[in-house]
């Protein structure tokens, strides 16, 4: 397996699974942070159920096939609505849990933008932060782009930019989210997840917000948790955003 970053653009890895919101993914990724010559790959994986032995390798032959059909059916529905060339967009199906897969090194070594929709993952878009995606979050090394519902038109959208305390968010990340403010006019508010009261947030770093974000309606906000996933989720309380972006330590 190999994914590879062109002209120094980070590649677009999009984790795809077996609901409409793969789409949701595919389509806010080329509209927002597909540049000329980024690679694109749509990645899903499947899982055999814990039943008898005999049966599972019976169902891990049609999981495998069921994947390859939906990952191709979502690759010409990318070629047909976007300009780009067909050899530029791969994919790929592994058997096994997707948080194992993202620790393989061609994807940790690699510059990836990630890109994920839970909408109709599950049944309630309050619960969206936890199992398989309380994983993905405690697992990922690179931007991780989350959309809870769809992210259509151009209207204002509820962004929520979870950062890293003590560190500045790289220039390149910044940038994206600052064109997705400007292209859907909204504004942006920042999360801190603090692990305890006596940790603080780097002077530095709330300028480098105000400074780089200038011109866009900005918010800084903290919430002690131990868990940077259990913080978002509790910081929602209920509520959606459109977005939430994700730059892990």
């Known amino acids: 397996m190999s994914v590879r970053t062109i002209n120094n653009q980070p590649s677009i890895l999009i984790l795809a699974d077996f609901s409409d919101g793969s789409w949701h993914a595919t389509s806010f990724a080329m509209k927002f942070l597909y540049k000329e010559k980024s ?25 495998r096939k069921i994947t390859k059909n939906e990952l191709r059916a979502l690759k010409n529905r990318l070629l047909k609505h976007f300009n780009i060339e067909k050899q530029k967009v791969n994919t790929l199906s592994i058997e096994g849990e997707l948080n194992t897969v993202l620790n393989y090194k061609p994807i940790i070594n690699g510059q990836h933008n990630l890109v994920l929709s839970t909408h109709n993952s599950f049944e309630d878009s309050y619960k969206r932060q936890n199992g398989c995606l309380e994983k993905i979050i405690d697992t990922a ?100 955003r459109d977005l939430i972006v994700i730059e892990n330590d």
Not at 42 to 51: A, E, K
Not at 147 to 152: G, S, V
Not at 177 to 197: A, G, P, Y
């Open 141 to 240: 090394k690179h931007p991780l782009f989350i959309l809870p519902d769809t992210f259509e038109g151009e209207t204002s959208k509820r962004i929520l930019f979870v950062a890293n305390p003590h560190k500045k968010p790289s220039e390149l990340l910044c940038n994206q989210v600052s064109e997705i403010c400007s292209k859907t006019k909204s504004n942006l508010e920042v999360l801190f997840v603090l692990k305890t009261q006596k940790q603080n947030i780097s002077e530095d770093v709330k300028s480098y917000f105000h400074e780089y974000f200038d011109g866009i309606d900005i918010t800084l906000n903290t919430i002690q948790y131990k868990t940077k996933c259990k913080g978002i989720n509790n910081y929602l309380n209920q509520t959606n």
């Open 39 to 63: 690679p694109v790959l749509i990645l899903q994986t499947y899982q055999n159920p814990g039943w008898g032995h005999l049966m599972m390798r019976k169902l891990s032959h049609h999981l």
